[in-house]
């Protein structure tokens, strides 16, 4: 799969393929196993560097500070 484009899914920022080592997230859903087809584009979840950011902290800040 390639990606030209990237779109934030958050704050709809817009970015290059290139701009992906400046901090992009990407993820795509598991495959079932055994298939061999290439991903569709639509399946692809990007983040800008900014809103990946904040989704740790969301994450982190709902963390047992306890444990």
Do not use: H
């Amino acid at each position: 799969m390639t990606v030209d484009a990237l779109v934030c899914a958050r704050c709809r920022r817009s970015g290059t393929a290139a701009d992906v080592a400046t901090g992009w997230s990407l993820s795509v859903p598991p495959r079932p196993t055994g298939s061999t087809g290439e991903r569709a584009p639509e399946q692809l979840t990007v983040l800008c560097p900014d809103c990946a950011r904040d989704c740790l902290r969301d994450l982190e800040a709902r963390l047992d500070p306890e444990l």
